[in-house]
């Protein structure tokens, strides 16, 4: 059982001392020490104050040893994410750590994406990714980079490193925003998001070159989100004339169309 070292750990992490946790729970501080040292066994009424207060399940409480969880893991939880409160809700993430217990950032190339697909939740096959440190993100954050293709997402270069940073409930999802996002049956995914999810129950991919069109997916599709934060090429983007007439021309064109159908619905 690790309650007694998981409340002290928490604890610490809040910056309480005894005298100011043991004052919120209406016990003494030899009390809370007692728990704390191991002398004291709590009754359930006892945990279910530790649970209320740090918002954590007793579940986790009790059985979870948090000194193991990561950063980002121990501040998902710290923000109400438990599997034994949210149930399914909660996506458990497959990551690595380094040597300090701080998280790495995973890298899926180009060659990688059709193993991430089916591997992304095992953490076995997580591990053997490679990885590395951008040292201006938030250790108390967990990212990933993945490596796009393609000219949707234009000025972004065909062949760039997107780094995102892990989405862990959905409804955050901000319209208009960048995400990378794992779907069931079209792999890795680098779009604009339009969120639908409470109304329809699904999302709307947008791409950066309007030469192509948005195309949506129920939730039940989509496995994992990433909310974009950088890219790495080689390549300066740079403006390119005849792609913007011709995105132009495409959209007088598309107008034109819509016109003549309204016309034909008359």
Do not use: C
Not at 184 to 211: A, M, Q, R, T, Y
Not at 243 to 265: P, S
């Amino acid at each position: 059982m690790y309650f007694k070292d998981n409340i002290k750990l928490l604890r610490k992490r809040k910056g309480r001392t005894q005298d100011e946790v043991a004052l919120a729970l209406k016990m003494k501080r030899s009390t809370l020490s007692g728990y704390e040292n191991g002398v004291a066994q709590p009754g359930i009424a006892v945990l279910m104050q530790f649970s209320e207060y740090y918002g954590i399940a007793i579940d986790t409480l009790v059985k979870v040893d948090l000194s193991a969880l990561s950063e980002s893991q121990l501040s998902q939880l710290e923000r109400g994410y438990d599997i034994y409160i949210k149930g399914s809700n909660l996506r458990v993430l497959a990551t690595t750590v380094d040597q300090d217990n701080e998280e790495n950032i995973e890298l899926v190339n180009e060659k990688a994406k059709a193993g991430y697909a089916t591997g992304y939740a095992d953490p076995d096959y997580i591990k053997v990714l490679p990885t590395f440190k951008l040292p201006f993100l938030s250790k108390q954050k967990k990212y990933r980079t993945f490596q796009v293709s393609g000219d949707s997402m234009l000025p972004i270069p065909d062949g760039s490193y997107v780094t995102g940073e892990f989405v862990q409930d959905w409804h955050t999802i901000r319209n208009h925003h960048a995400y990378i996002v794992l779907t069931e049956n079209d792999g890795v995914v680098f779009k604009v998001l339009e969120n639908k999810i409470k109304e329809e129950g699904k999302l709307i991919f947008h791409s950066l070159n309007p030469l192509y069109l948005p195309f949506e997916l129920p939730v039940n599709e989509v496995r994992e989100v990433w909310k974009f934060v950088n890219y790495i090429s080689s390549e300066v983007p740079e403006p390119n004339r005849e792609k913007d007439q011709l995105a132009q021309e495409v959209k007088e064109l598309r107008k034109k169309v819509e016109a003549i159908q309204m016309k034909l619905d008359l």
